[in-house]
């Protein structure tokens, strides 16, 4: 089972033996290693039994520490890496051949960010390599914004995690790119689209999820409890429903469920809030006497987008 503590030179030793570790970003815990070895990269697809054709972030302390890395790096792009990092976003760019093909599932550009996080900071300063770090879940289930989360999941198959204490913008990076010209979400994320074409002084083209293998980064089936969910009106849909067996994840308001089976994201129907807590909530709603989970849409603005996004996605 694995340790869980804040050693980042017991971990700085791990990575550099090529195996993982877990480690707190200020968007959801990641599962790193190495970003340019093959061994390393391998491992982080097997223990999140992630197909290979779904590409992972490179993790980097610092903007200059990025341009070495790529082979272009667009002036509105910078100016997004400029204003946003470090923090929740990740840009896609042209990758310089010194990175593994394996990292990129075989694509010309690889998706670089620079997090927050102090412990994330801290660890990559120690580094001379950049950590390749997906979400620390099994494919296709919830993110992790607790160092309990990913052990609970993945403890089992790692040695370490470092603790950073719980995510604080709660959903992944924004993925931002460029394609024919065209500034393209491909993920929404911490970073807003709003915050976005204000920076950029344009609108940005926003990318549809797809089931197929070719669209990395946008699978549609992802962050799943385990159960069915159903995201519409809460009370309508639970008049059809015995209460005991169904979860709610609402917004602000409460429900006639028992306390078990109810997050309320926010009460005072603050989106930033509501994106803290939307995995907890998802996660919390994988209990076995429920069912079914009933939610609802948030506004569709700001950090609510990227919110409806994983409900949307949870609900497939
Ligand atoms: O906030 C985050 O981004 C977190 C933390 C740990 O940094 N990481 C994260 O990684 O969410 P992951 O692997 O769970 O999601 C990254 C998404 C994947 O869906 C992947 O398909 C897409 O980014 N992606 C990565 N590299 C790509 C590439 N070269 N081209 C297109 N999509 C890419
Ligand atoms: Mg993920």
Redesign the pocket.
């Given at each position: 089972m694995a340790a869980i503590g804040t050693d980042i030179a017991h971990a700085r030793e791990l990575l550099c033996k090529d195996e993982v570790v877990g480690m707190p970003?200020e968007?959801?815990?990641?599962l790193a290693g190495n970003a340019l070895s093959e061994r390393a990269i391998s491992k982080i697809f097997d223990v999140k039994n992630r197909p290979k054709f779904?590409?992972?972030?490179a993790?980097f302390s610092c903007l200059e520490e990025v341009e070495p890395w790529v082979t272009d790096f667009p002036e509105k792009l910078k100016v997004l890496a400029q204003k946003y990092w470090p923090g929740?976003l990740?840009l896609?760019l042209p990758k310089h051949p010194k990175i593994p093909d394996l990292l990129?599932?075989g694509?010309p550009?690889?998706?670089v960010?620079v997090?927050a996080h102090p412990v994330a900071q801290c660890l990559l300063n120690e580094l001379d390599f950049p950590l390749a770090?997906?979400?620390a879940n099994p494919f296709g289930y919830v993110?992790p914004v607790l160092a309990a989360h990913v052990s609970a999941q993945l403890g089992h198959k790692i040695s370490y995690i470092l603790d950073g204490g719980r995510s604080t913008v709660g959903v992944?990076?924004t993925?931002v790119g460029i394609e024919s010209g065209q500034m393209t979400v491909?993920?929404l994320?911490?970073v807003t689209l709003e915050e976005i074409e204000d920076a950029i002084g344009e609108t940005v083209l926003q990318t549809k999820s797809t089931s197929h293998p070719a669209a990395?980064?946008?699978?549609d089936a992802h962050y799943s409890p385990g159960r069915k969910v159903l995201v519409g009106n809460i009370s309508e849909n639970l008049r059809h429903e015995n209460p005991d067996h169904v979860g709610v994840v609402s917004f602000k308001e409460s429900h006639a469920v028992p306390p078990l089976n109810l997050f309320v994201l926010s009460p005072a129907g603050d989106l930033t809030e509501a994106a803290q807590n939307i995995f907890a909530a998802l996660r919390k709603m994988d209990q076995p006497h429920i069912h079914k989970v009933l939610a609802e849409w948030l506004p569709e603005v700001g950090l609510g987008r990227a919110i409806n996004d994983r409900l949307r996605r949870a609900s497939f």
């Open positions: 970003t968007t959801v815990y990641g779904d590409p992972l972030i993790h929740p990740t896609l990129t599932s694509h550009r690889v998706a960010r997090p770090a997906p979400s993110s992944e990076s993925i491909y993920r994320g911490g990395p980064g946008l699978l």
